[in-house]
């Protein structure tokens, strides 16, 4: 959906929010070919949450008696089965970090693709929603252990070399998460995800020319993609074409009934008008 990330205005899997806060030489830099540095995730548990763990009264009583469950499991299998259930309450209420622990003992439990790809996913999810840079990291490295472990198994899974990408864009090493996404382009030329992020990040980096380039082809291909036809309507407007920018929201207007979308939307069309 468009409007988490026009809430956000480049948040979680979606990453705008920390993609614009980046250092535009990051993107800069993109062109020279800067040699990657090889990273070592750690497997400890992030030292805060992105969110607090408190939900309304009727769901934390749901919660506490989960967490009991989990506490007083005989086995394996139902304390896999109660860490699940408490996931999907903390991820129907929208904190992410939590559910990834959740899940996180899950894949530990019993570990496998499926359940690394999903540890993964949910920290990704908690990764873009969070402010706290410190936390932000943390998150990106939980997630980054669980897609390096997925792409172990299958080297061809390209949406988690997609997101596994996206994380490093907050460490060191910016450039590894490029260069990933290079990769995956030369592999698979129309990926829909991966230039999709290349896009935002030729916004970040003030290279807007480039953005209306990429987001032009993605939106050929891929017409019924929204947030690239929306972010293709705000490079028009940085590059001055006010004419293809009011073009291209009217289209997203029409694309998306969203009240949140079209609120956004109309708030950019005033500026054209």
Not at 83 to 97: P, V
Not at 101 to 111: G, L, N, S, W
Not at 192 to 221: C, P, Y
């Amino acid at each position: 959906m468009l409007r988490t990330r026009i809430i956000l205005f480049f948040s979680a899997a979606l990453l705008v929010v920390l993609i614009f806060s980046l250092p535009r030489v990051v993107v800069d830099n993109e062109k020279n070919g800067i040699e990657s540095a090889e990273t070592n995730p750690s497997t400890e548990a992030p030292s805060g949450d992105a969110h607090s763990d408190e939900l309304q009264p009727e769901l934390q009583e749901q919660a506490d008696k989960l967490k009991e469950n989990i506490r007083v499991a005989e086995n394996i299998e139902k304390s896999i089965i109660f860490a699940d259930s408490l996931a999907r309450l903390y991820i129907e209420a929208n904190k992410f970090d939590s559910a990834a622990k959740f899940i996180e003992i899950i894949a530990d439990k019993a570990p496998g693709e499926a359940n690394w790809l999903r540890a993964g996913d949910v920290y990704y999810d908690a990764y873009g929603f969070a402010m706290d840079r410190q936390k932000q990291e943390a998150l990106g490295e939980k997630a980054r252990f669980y897609f390096n472990k997925v792409l172990e198994q299958s080297p061809d899974n390209l949406e988690a070399k997609n997101k596994l990408a996206m994380t490093y864009l907050s460490t060191s090493n910016p450039m590894q998460g490029i260069m990933m996404l290079r990769e995956i382009i030369e592999n698979d030329p129309e990926n829909e995800q991966a230039m999709f992020n290349l896009g935002i990040l030729s916004m970040q980096s003030g290279q807007h020319d480039k953005a209306v380039e990429r987001f032009s082809k993605l939106t050929q291909l891929y017409p019924n993609n929204t947030q690239a036809q929306f972010f293709l309507g705000v490079s028009y407007l940085e590059i001055g074409n006010k004419e293809k920018a009011k073009e291209q929201f009217i289209l997203v207007k029409s694309l998306d009934s969203d009240p949140a979308v079209q609120a956004t939307v109309d708030s950019y069309l005033s500026e054209i008008e």
